[in-house]
Nanobody, 125 residues
């Protein structure tokens, strides 16, 4: 089992920054792939960024956030971060942390079995 707890969401103005954190606890070993996803009202959940620990730390980003968001992982603290800069109103959504314990990593939500409860990010213009 893997438990994930997100924090760091909030309300910011356009152009601002936030850093999301995801605390990971697991009794099945280290997750192979960790990711951040988001879901806006009336829209499907979409992949924002993933990091493939089992793949040498490779990262993947959605085109809409590339260059603005950075995913990182601190194994000593069992925490995954999402640094979000230059935020836009269209980034407004519930953000979820997710984990995959078997090999493989991508931005597809279907690959991930374990999910946190989410943290709200609201960006005003």
């Amino acid at each position: 089992q893997v438990q994930l707890v997100e924090s760091g969401g909030g309300s910011v103005q356009s152009g601002g920054s936030l850093r999301l954190s995801c605390a990971v606890s697991s009794n099945t070993g280290t997750a192979n792939c960790m990711g951040w996803f988001r879901q806006a009202p009336g829209k499907e959940r979409e992949g924002v960024a993933t990091i493939y620990g089992g793949g040498g730390g490779s990262t993947y980003y959605a085109a809409s956030v590339k260059g603005r968001f950075t995913i990182s992982q601190d194994n000593a603290r069992n925490t995954v971060y999402l640094q979000m800069n230059s935020l836009k109103p269209e980034d407004t959504a519930m953000y979820y942390c997710a984990a995959r314990v078997i090999p493989g990593c991508s931005l597809s939500p279907d690959l991930f079995r374990y999910w946190g409860q989410g943290t709200q990010v609201t960006v005003s213009s």
